[in-house]
């Protein structure tokens, strides 16, 4: 009588234990595979531009120079080495061997006269003028706007014209 009760509990707990590691293993591998997947799911960006063979001051106290810079479409996407950088780049990348010079990413504001410049704004505006021709007749039509003696001031043209 006591034979198939001891078969039953061993049967149980060789099939619980069998269950129990069929069960550790299939969720282990759903954590290691859910691991993998999130890791590097980054999307490849394609690099526009790239900068080669620079100095480049960074302005992160961990890595305050580089000598390579990656860009996609306007967003500086890797700082690093050349070699790293090099990994990168395609045959539609722009590329810019710096040959050693110092390169600081950022905006750069060339200078501005406030008052000059609000006064530029109002006045003949050059800067995009293809030609000689337009560059006339854009002064032509500026003059009809203003009073007899008035002066045309202005500048912002292309001295090559």
């Known amino acids: 009588m006591y034979f198939p009760f001891i078969l039953f509990q061993i049967r149980k707990i ?3 234990k069998y ?5 550790i293993g299939f969720f282990t591998g759903i954590v290691v595979l859910l691991n993998c997947i999130s890791c590097n799911v980054q999307e490849e960006q394609p690099v526009t531009l790239a900068i080669i063979n620079a100095n480049i001051w960074t302005a992160d106290e961990k890595q305050p120079h580089a000598e390579a810079l990656a860009i996609s479409n306007d967003k500086i996407i890797r ?3 050349t070699r790293e950088i090099n990994k990168m780049i395609n045959d539609k990348t722009r590329v810019i061997d710096a040959n050693g010079m110092f390169v600081c990413p950022g905006f750069t504001d060339s200078h501005l ?4 410049g609000g006064f530029h704004l109002s006045s003949v505006q ?3 003028a293809a030609t000689p021709e337009e560059f006339t007749r854009r002064i032509a039509e500026y003059a009809k706007t203003l009073e007899p003696g008035e002066w045309i ?3 912002d043209w292309d001295h090559s014209l």
């Open 14 to 16: 060789a099939v619980g």
């Open 153 to 155: 001031l202005g500048g």
């Open 126 to 128: 050059l800067r995009d």
């Open 19 to 23: 269950c129990m590691k069929l069960t």
């Open 79 to 81: 700082v690093g080495t």
């Open 113 to 116: 006269h406030l008052l000059d």
